[in-house]
């Protein structure tokens, strides 16, 4: 694949879309991420395209959870009672 | 060791972000590579790397701990800024800039049309040196093999150390 | 979890709320509705109650619930004649994060690069980008994922489980995890620059 490519290359733009979130992960070797910052390193477009990566990571980290239903609990507390009591 | 490193333009990582202790009067303080944003150590440049991660500031930087010589950057456990290379300001990155336009210009024309779509058009700015710098080193590969993209490379940082008094 | 054992009603209490999202996430993840989901969180925690004195804590608790959760909703999904989303066939598949024409072709000038930038969101004003009508968007275009992917991505971004602790409770690789947040980041994020670029 692409890291048969020399070093110096760096990613193109397309190699750098699909390894973003390996790259937020922190999930690459020290050789794939000097491929890949070598390459933010000159492109705008990409470095755009990993901050518009990073927004919607943080725009996802505020979506409203899932709320316990008020019956579900109370279903579940007393189970819990049970459970306790055996 | 001594070592060089490129900032933002407000003294930030380049990719981290992490907000440098930058020196003043004299040098910045020690970097622990686990407090700079949970990256595997502070990279740093050799002159040869330079024109690879030109950024808005360049320092040097005294790295500490087992270095580790890798291709294109040094990655140390600790680092500190020990001052910054004035010399490296807006009008000497773009005149850097504009050199590697001009080397890009030179290849294509030795091409006569084939890589006219290759050479950089003016609305790029002469300050995006490092996209410029490796443009020219794509043209040099063009017509030269990756042999030549290296040469160009190295020219670069010949440029680079020559104007900012380096080493 | 020692809490648990005790027979701390306030502890339950909790662990019962803040494991909600987590484990109705990993449910919806393989059965129809909603309600069907409740039910199945329902009886994972009787599942969880028969299984505490037992649990010798070689996973998170979190983990384990989840992974509890998992199984029940496998059988249900069964039960109800579904294809598991999980499925290896769905990750072999490619999802391109960016469609390929917006990059150029490998016989143009700068192969793979982009044919236009995308834009620099920092430039909107911050109000834009913090608007309800935004976040709003980020929830619609997570909804609408297909299954696997709106599992992960809830998972892992909305209520913020590590990697390790989505691919154990799912029992998906790492890596397969990872394929589908990518991908899941990737719509979501599509979605959003049609917002921002009209």
């Known amino acids: 694949m692409a890291d048969r490519t020399p070093l110096e290359h760096g990613y193109s733009c397309q190699e750098v879309v699909e390894l973003a979130s390996e790259y937020l992960e922190g999930a690459m070797s020290s050789e794939q991420m000097t491929r890949f910052e070598l390459h933010l390193n000159l492109c705008d477009g990409c470095s755009s395209f990993v901050e518009q990566v990073r927004a919607t990571v943080g725009m996802a980290r505020v979506v409203p959870e899932e709320e316990i239903p008020q019956e579900l609990k109370s279903k579940l507390l007393a189970a819990f009672r049970d459970w306790t009591r055996e | 060791m001594r070592a060089y490193k490129f900032l933002s333009d407000d003294g930030r990582g380049v990719f981290s972000g992490f907000d440098w202790p930058l020196p003043n009067g004299g040098p910045g303080a020690w970097v622990e590579s686990d ?133 | 979890m020692a809490r648990l054992r005790d027979g701390d009603e306030h502890a339950f209490d909790e662990a019962v709320t803040d494991m909600y999202p987590g ?91 982009w044919r236009s930038f995308p834009s620099n969101w920092q430039t909107q004003p911050e109000s834009r980008l913090l608007a309800r009508e935004t976040l709003e968007l980020v929830e619609r275009a997570i909804n609408e994922l297909p299954l696997a992917q709106r599992t992960v991505i809830t998972l892992r971004d909305v209520t913020g489980c590590a990697a390790v602790e989505v691919s154990e409770a799912m029992g998906i690789s790492e890596g397969n995890q990872r394929v589908l947040l990518h991908r899941a980041r990737a719509r979501v994020r599509a979605a959003l620059e049609r917002h921002f670029d009209g």
């Not at chain 2, 210009?105 to 490092?130: C, K, Y």
């Not at chain 3, 909603?34 to 028969?50: N, Y």
């Not at chain 3, 983990?63 to 769905?90: C, D, M, Y």
């Open chain 2, 35 to 167: 407090v700079a944003a949970c990256r595997a150590g502070i990279h740093a440049c050799r002159t040869a790397d330079l024109p690879y991660w030109v950024a808005g500031r360049l320092y040097e930087i005294e790295l500490d701990g087992p270095v580790d010589e890798l291709p294109l950057k040094l990655v140390a456990p600790q680092g500190r800024p020990l001052g910054r290379i004035d010399a490296w300001d807006t009008p000497t990155r773009e005149a850097y800039g504009q050199t590697c336009f001009v080397r890009a210009h030179e290849f294509a024309a030795r091409a006569q049309g084939a890589l006219d779509d290759w050479a950089p058009t003016p609305d790029i700015s002469f300050r995006e040196s490092a996209r410029l710098g490796f443009i020219a080193a794509l043209l040099a590969e063009r017509l030269g093999g990756f042999d030549a993209h290296l040469e160009e490379r190295r020219r670069q940082s010949d440029w680079l150390v020559e104007h900012l008094a380096l080493r």
């Open chain 3, 23 to 113: 484990m109705f996430a990993v449910a919806r993840g393989y059965v129809r509705t909603r309600s069907v989901a409740e039910e199945v969180v329902q009886e994972a925690w009787l599942g969880v109650l028969k299984g505490l004195d037992g649990f010798e804590g070689r996973s998170t608790l979190r983990t384990w619930v989840l992974q509890i959760v998992a199984n029940i909703a496998r059988k249900r999904a069964v039960g109800e004649a579904r294809s598991l989303p999980f499925s290896s066939l769905e990750l072999e598949r490619g999802e391109p994060a960016v469609e390929p024409e917006r990059f150029r072709g490998p016989n143009e000038a700068f192969p793979g690069g």
